[in-house]
Nanobody, 122 residues
């Protein structure tokens, strides 16, 4: 079973930057797709950024040009680089991965990270 561990959240001033990490433990799998979501209190969960198996990316209009999703296959880690942060970016951020397992059996599973708080405030 794969465990996702998120890190990189915290408090940052408007205009600042943070990089969120989502590390997948274990071996014998390939990351198929990766998605970052966020949810603020009283708000619906929204898709922030995603990457397909072919490397195509998509972003919410509210973050396009400021956020970048990427992956490091050697480290089994996905990232969300957040620049020019605004107060409206304040939320709990979650990574969501679809993983193709090859060991011990061939199967697909999906996993959620535990979430990390991002607060943008002066």
């Amino acid at each position: 079973q794969v465990q996702l561990v998120q890190s990189g959240g915290g408090l940052v001033q408007p205009g600042g930057s943070l990089r969120l990490s989502c590390a997948a433990s274990g071996s014998g799998f390939d990351i198929y797709t990766m998605t970052w979501y966020r949810q603020a209190p009283g708000k619906q969960r929204e898709l922030v950024a995603g990457m397909s198996s072919g490397g195509n990316t998509n972003y919410a209009d509210s973050v396009k040009g400021r956020f970048t999703i990427s992956r490091d296959n050697a480290k089994n880690t996905v990232y969300l680089q957040m620049n020019s942060l605004k107060s409206e970016d304040t939320a709990v951020y979650y990574c969501y991965l679809v993983i193709s397992h090859t060991i011990p059996t061939t199967r697909w599973q999906h996993y959620w990270g535990q979430g990390t708080q991002v607060t943008v405030s002066s």
